[in-house]
């Protein structure tokens, strides 16, 4: 017997920000957000009683206060350090003791409880490294799928994984059928997806992201990572001359990537297998807050175009909310595939 899905979330599980779209009648979507982070600070008395004076929502978890979520960004650039993630390279974060209690946190207050039985949720998930096995991917990506998808059940969801390049295929792509390639340039990895006619042809993710531009910078001048990624978010562009220390490593960094990112696209489309016949140039659409930049868009397509991609492209465009196209694609996805369960 099917069961007629009451509503639909979609979930951009990033490294760097969780993302929650829900419809709110007609065409509009609701988009709510938090930073996928969190800081340790000293427990004491006093310390309790000014967070609690100035409503800064913290846990007290073995003699430290945890700040989560888009607070914990001041208390970094107040001592000068970087922030703990939950993930690192798309995963749940093994390396931090208290990424699964941060995350659960962090889910169950931006995204809620369901509010039925019959509520269907999307999450997006990463795609394995490119050249691993389709059918053993990594253990770290199974083991991160599982329990996000029990995380979401046990907020009463029916809870179903989307592979991140897909949904900004899903996203963008609607009027061509969802065919194309959906590349997700998210902090901790580049996802990468290619689906003919709303089938998948193949999904991949490749290590580097947003975080190594900030660390590899940090390491070369001396900052803090979250001081690097402050100054990328608020005043980099690749328009600017970017003579200063910071911005000119950044820019370099930058242009490393998508050297990286293009070498590995070139590989993986030459090395498949049983690639479906195109009676057409397909389009190419990225998203993620590491294509912000101004000038970050014609750096990619250029550095594409010149390469010995074997596709032919239509286009290459930036999504129409870069920062919000794998939630708003995980949506549309659960819109599209699970009408009835």
């Known amino acids: 017997m099917s069961t007629i899905i009451s509503s639909f979330t979609g979930v951009d599980m990033g490294t760097s920000r969780i993302v929650c779209a829900r419809p709110t009648g007609g065409e509009d979507v609701s988009i709510r957000s938090t930073l996928n982070a969190y800081i340790q600070v000293r427990d004491t008395p006093a310390a309790r009683q000014s967070f609690t004076a100035r409503r800064v929502a913290y846990t007290a978890v073995d003699g430290v206060l945890e700040i989560d979520g888009a607070a914990s960004v001041q208390f970094a650039q107040l001592y ?80 179903n994984p989307v592979a991140e390049g897909e949904s900004v295929i899903y996203s963008e792509l609607k009027d061509t059928g969802y065919t194309g390639i959906g590349i997700s340039f998210g902090a901790g990895l580049v996802n990468v997806a290619m689906n003919y006619l709303a089938l998948p042809v193949m999904a991949f993710s490749m290590e580097r992201g947003g975080d190594m531009i900030d660390s590899s910078a940090a390491n070369v001048t001396g900052d803090k990572a979250t001081r690097i990624r402050l100054l990328k978010e608020s005043k980099f562009a690749f328009t600017n001359e970017n003579r200063d220390p910071t911005s000119r490593a950044i820019y370099l960094f930058y242009l490393d990537l998508i050297d990286f990112v293009v070498r590995g696209l070139t590989t993986a489309f030459s090395e498949l297998e049983n690639m479906p016949h195109l009676d057409a140039p397909i389009p190419v659409v990225i998203a993620g807050g590491t294509t912000m930049p101004n000038g970050f868009l014609y750096a990619f397509e250029k550095a594409l175009r010149a390469s010995d991609f074997p596709l032919e492209i239509s286009e290459v465009r930036q999504a129409k909310d870069p920062l919000n196209a794998v939630a708003l694609g995980s949506l549309e996805y659960a819109r599209a595939n699970y009408n009835t369960i």
């Open 80 to 159: 000068n350090a970087d922030l703990l993630r939950t993930m690192r390279l798309g995963c749940i974060n093994s390396q931090e003791p208290a990424s699964f209690d941060v995350l659960t946190r962090l889910v169950s207050q931006l995204v809620g409880e369901a509010p039925s039985s019959s509520s269907s949720l999307v999450f997006s998930v990463p795609s394995p490294p490119a050249g691993s096995s389709v059918d053993t991917p990594p253990a770290a990506f199974i083991h991160h799928q599982m329990v996000l998808k029990r995380l979401f059940e046990e907020l009463r969801y029916i809870a």
